[in-house]
């Protein structure tokens, strides 16, 4: 069962009104969803402040919510942006709110993508039990996300009609970007999803290649097919102390390794379908070897210069 963020009570509703405007402007369900999650989390913060109007919201209990908020701190101050702007549009408040926000500022921190070996990649492959039907399913979805790439939403959205099988190439317009994509399709990929066809999938009228394992079998949703990657990963006998291990770090790993053979970051932005060349840019992080070939050359000091004001800096 998906799970269902409440909006209720009289902020509540006036909350509901701006997530049937964002439908009605054909947000994606995705986009949805993260705003009934920052929109419910608010409203579950009001009503321990004693809130019961939009009125009543002031700029301490902006501030306070998003500071004590642990994740995603960019995406709640424009989720609240976006509200308030709407409730002020719609006149179910007298005074801009936006405006409280209007100079705040997230810096995010800079990290570093979490990747793993290719060995490692081989050691999670091989570590999924195909005998049976749920393992020929994820380890068919897996080998989307290792050989190819692919994103959850993508694996989880793959018709029979996207798959060429004469031409051995897999054709998709991307849920994320919404622009359309052509990868090779694999031997190794297209006998795990034959695998799984043809013995692990049960019989079906849907058009979705992936099918959820237990009755009533309906379409995969992204949600599972992230959390049937993450756990591949953690049971797989590889280190994740220092890595991530859902299904975005195998986009990095793939990445990675074709780094590390020298394709070219136009080819890799093909590969990964990113929308903007920019996007393909933070795997640069990740290529010690190609940064250090960036390095300048150090120009060599003399003894002097340590000496200078009294040899502050000699020892």
């Known amino acids: 069962m998906p799970v269902r963020h409440g909006l209720d009570g009289p902020i509540g509703e006036e909350m509901r009104k701006l997530v049937n405007h964002l439908r009605s402007l054909r947000r994606s369900e995705i986009t949805i969803k993260d705003y009934e999650l920052y929109l419910s989390n608010f409203l579950k913060y009001l009503e321990t402040e004693r809130i019961e109007t939009p009125e009543e ?7 306070k919510f998003v500071s004590t908020s642990e994740n995603n701190k960019i995406n709640i101050v424009s989720c609240l942006r976006v509200l308030f702007r709407f409730w002020f549009d719609q006149q179910i408040i007298k005074d801009d709110k936006e405006l409280m926000l209007k100079n ?14 290719p060995e490692e990649v081989a050691k999670i492959e091989t570590s999924v039990d195909r005998s049976g039907t749920n393992g020929k399913r994820n380890y068919a979805m897996l080998l989307l996300a290792t050989r190819l790439g692919l994103r959850t939403s993508d694996i989880a959205g793959l018709e029979f009609f996207d798959i060429n099988w004469k031409e051995n190439r897999i054709n998709f317009v991307q849920f994320k970007t919404k622009e359309p994509i052509e990868l090779p399709l694999l031997a190794d990929v297209g006998d795990a999803i034959i695998d799984y066809l043809k013995y692990g999938r ?33 049971n797989a006998g590889v280190s994740v102390k220092y890595c991530h291990h859902g299904p975005h770090s195998i986009r990095h790993s793939l990445a990675s390794t074709l780094l590390r053979n020298g394709t070219s970051y136009p080819v890799i932005s093909e590969v990964l379908g990113h929308k903007h060349s920019g996007s393909t840019m933070i795997y640069l992080k990740i290529d010690i070897s190609l940064l250090m070939s960036c390095a300048l050359p150090v120009m060599p000091v003399s003894k002097d210069f340590y000496k200078q004001k009294g040899g502050a800096f000699y020892e």
């Open 104 to 117: 705040y500022q997230w810096i995010r921190k800079e990290c570093i993508p979490s990747y793993y070996t």
């Open 57 to 63: 919201i002031n700029k301490r209990h902006i501030i």
């Open 202 to 234: 049960v019989k079906s009228d849907s058009p979705r290649v992936f099918l959820s394992t237990r009755a009533p079998y309906v379409d995969t949703r992204r949600e599972s097919v992230a959390s049937t990657i993450n756990d591949i990963i953690s």
